[in-house]
């Protein structure tokens, strides 16, 4: 930091080559130019307030309603309809027009109050920002609002604190910190004053800070203020989520390509009408009106309305499986999903420490049951044990609940819970209205000795506690002592390595014996070989005490203890996260897990639910801290862990795998996981453990924070995306069939087979209904076992091209040779021209009609059931009713230009119509558009191998 008249202190600039967990507390206050013990003068503060800045988070200024609601106005496919809109006034339908101009204000509207709602990331991130603080100014102790801190105030905290800036702690008493939403620590962590000397350590790893936005669970502390506003940990990640772009979506770049190819497919077909008419000698004002309306009929006005109606569908079908989507194009985006990157704590596993093995005397007791629920049973070697006539469980459960301060108790474990109304798809575990008031880990062993029968309330009408040695960082460990009719006992647990040194016996086989160096040495063993399991281990002991005893200091009390045993516990994995990742795989999705817990617990979780394979890797923060990103790049599809991250580290590695070419799933539910949140291509934040922050940045939010939702909208976005080209694929089809109807027609010199009001009829009527229909389709049932499409893909990839252009020719020649045959069947007058026009155009309805059973499947109309789609059988049947009308209704028939047809009519009709869709069939049947089997899931560039291919 820079020593000149102005402070200009608070930022992460280095004092004398060192960070601020590097000094101690005198270099703390000459760095910061404050009095430890009387704090800054009042007027000093003022002046730094004045020259620093309030202590609270800016919001970046957001666009002004009115340029946004502009904005949606700005996409290709919206130009490509106004250029539609043009083309419909110049050739008099101003019904058509009208019609338009309708779409694009609906499609506006809709954007406009989704992007208006989105960007609340940073008001949801203040309101962690602590609302007042304790702080001594000028000798007195005073509260103050928290946003007129500045560096070099002394800050007081205790129990229940939110901490108001960054500080560097210079006092502590059994201080520990809750930095889950920023780290991704599962448990508080434990703080303490003394200087660091490494330089390069994680947020996690800085025991003597503490950051804007944490919570004090337990003990006191004093600090001084080092940074403020955005200079803190919590105003980098608000500067990271306003600096990351969010990425437009596969639908939303596929959208904007298929606008372009129809754009240019409609002044193509213009200019090619117009000057093969014109060398036919046809009137140029003429040829430009029939290659005008050719245009129109290229263009399928009603795509963006379908897709927004087929998008709201799918979201009220994820609303049903518990997901919750916040912006609309985002669904899609889910089906290429090609990574998930997961956190650990709270996603994949429950956030309930839970104890799951004991070591008694060199026996390995397991432990059953979830969370926080006191319910469970110990098995040795396969058996129950029967807790209550075995010392040695007996005695390790009174020192557990003794030597505690957590309460366990019944009830809702958060607001969230609360508020949820119960339904007939909610699925509550058990677990949840059993909660902790405290430590998580003294929380876990206080339902630990509720499962051997030893509650805390039973245990208190017999013990009543005399004193307490409280947790200290250097000793590692707490003790109490407690009377009782026979006299007192002091309980003490702790690190197993130091307690261990204050231990003279054993409690073996349920007999006090000698502490042997033999014996000591098992225990040792023992600890480090749960330790490898990723369990967090405690040792326990006690000693009874002598009457005249007198025990006044800690020193005095823990010495010539008894050990008890050992307790292994863990952050359990979620019970359906195994299933959902199995799943993941088999669907071609990669699963990686980034959290901020040490890398073995990491390495055990993932292992536990298969996320972690034998060619996997572990990766952690200080190793990612060091690569550039081009090494980054080339080791990111081996990575299945990632371990102790940080922030910057999470976005990192999202930017990384979308180089590489992955979409990317980010789950996250702290405020450490917001940026990359929102980075991702695919945001999902956790609705009941979830920050507002995390919510805000997110595009799909679980309702019920369960990893195995995410599949299920995976499969259900697959789908949505499969529904969208199903009914491109019919419109784009229909379109080509009228197109070449028109086409040949006129570069065959017959008369339009179509006027322009049939035209309009059948772009709203029989196109619009049917595909409709088509978005709510039912999947088909290998979706789930396919590699994800590619991000780059074509939207008219996998031959898709190729159906539309094949049977929209043959719709087109059919449709002109019902309306040949019929024409020249006739008298030459204006009345056959119309009765051809007629039967062209229920041809042309006909076959789209029947076209769109085939677009179900993306084999054939024979590999799938017709009815199936209850939806798609109602708007077929509406629009043949429609047409009916319109060829039968006398006052319809001057409207549109028709006249009512005969049996023979309806009988080249139907033949003509069956041709395209049936005659492609029955080609696929033999074998000729059968798709390839045997497909192998990639990963992308360097991916890992799958562990078997697809099967079709």
Known sequence: MERNSAFTGGDEREVEGKTWHQLDEAGLAEALRTDPRGGLAPEEAQRRLAEIGVNELQEKQGEPPLKLLLHQFKDFMVLVLVGAVIISGLLGEMLDALTIIAIILINGILGFFQEYRAERSLRALKELSAPHAKVIRGGSLDTVPARSLVPGDIVMLESGDRIPADLRFIDCQQLAVDESALTGESVPVVKEPHMLTAADLPLGDRKNCGYLGTMVTRGTAKGIVTTTGMKTEMGK?????????????????????LGKILIVISILLTVMVVVAGVLHGQPLYG?????????????????????TIALALGVQRMIRRRAIVRKLPSVETLGCASVICSDK???????????????????RIDVTGEGYDPTGQLKEAGRTVEAKGDAAIRRLAQVAALCNNAELARGEKDEDAKKRKPGKEDTVPETADWRVK??????????????????RASLD??????????????????????SHQGGQLLMTKGAP?????????????????????????????????????????????YRDLKSHEVCETNEQAERGLVFVGLVGMIDP?????????????????????????????????????????????????????VMSDEQLDRISDEVSVYARVSPEHKLRIVQSLQRNGHVVAMTGDGVNDAPAVKAADIGIAMGITGTDVTKEASALVLADDNFATIVAAV??????????????????????????????????????????????????????????????????????????????????????????????????????????????????????????????????VMAQLIHVFDCRSSRSIFHRRLLENRFLVLAVLSSLVLMVAVLYVEPLQPVFKTVPLGFRDWALVTVAAGIPTFFMGIGSVLGTSKPKKGSKISYGKAAAQPTRPLSR
Not at 287 to 307: D, H, Q, R, W
Not at 579 to 604: P, W, Y
Not at 758 to 774: F, K, R, Y
Request: net charge neutral; proline share 4%.
């Open 715 to 844: 499969e259900e976005g697959r789908g949505i995306y499969e529904n969208i080209r199903k009914f491109i694929r019919y419109l784009l089809a229909s379109n080509v069939g009228e197109i070449m109807t028109m086409f040949l027609a006129m570069m065959m010199g017959f008369p339009l087979p179509l006027v322009p009001i049939q035209i309009l009829w059948v772009n709203l009527v029989t196109d619009g209904l049917p595909a409709m229909a088509l978005g709510v389709d039912q999947a088909e049932s290998d979706l789930m076992r396919q590699k994800p499409r590619s991000s780059r893909e074509n939207i008219f990839a996998r031959r898709l091209g190729w159906k539309i252009i094949s049977r929209g020719l043959l719709i087109g020649l059919c449709t002109l040779g019902a309306f040949v045959l019929t024409l020249r069947e006739g008298s030459g007058d204006a009345a056959s021209l119309v009765h051809a026009q007629t039967v062209a155009f229920a041809t042309l």
């Open 345 to 363: 704590t709270g996603t994949l596993t429950q956030n309930q420490m839970t104890v799951t093995r004991l070591w008694l005397g060199g026996r």
């Open 461 to 482: 009408t017999l013990y009543r506690r005399e004193k307490e040695y409280p947790f200290d960082p250097d000793r590692k460990r707490m003790s109490v002592l407690v």
């Open 287 to 307: 040829m430009f009106l029939a290659g005008v309306s050719l245009a129109v009929a290229a263009i399928p006005e009603g795509l963006p309305a379908i897709v």
């Open 573 to 625: 994995p979620r019970k359906e996260v195994h299933e959902a990742i199995v799943k993941c795989r088999q669907a071609g999705i990669k699963t990686v897990m980034i959290t901020g817990d040490h890398g073995l617990t990491a390495e055990a979780i993932a292992k536990s639910i298969g996320i972690m394979q034998r060619d996997g890797r572990v990766v952690t923060g200080s190793e990612l801290s």
């Open 497 to 541: 390595d130091l307690l261990v040194e204050h231990c003279e016996y054993v409690l073996w086989d349920n007999q006090i014996t000698p502490f042997t160096a033999t014996l000591r040495q098992k225990v040792l063993q023992a600890n480090e070989a749960m330790a490898k399991d990723a369990l967090r281990v405690l040792g326990f002991a």
């Open 237 to 257: 990640i608000a500067d990271l989520i306003q600096q990351t772009e969010e990425a437009e979506t596969p639908l939303q770049r596929r959208l904007e390509q």
């Open 438 to 455: 405290g430590d998580p880990t003294e929380g876990a062993l206080l339902v630990l000795a509720s499962k051997t029968g030893h509650s």
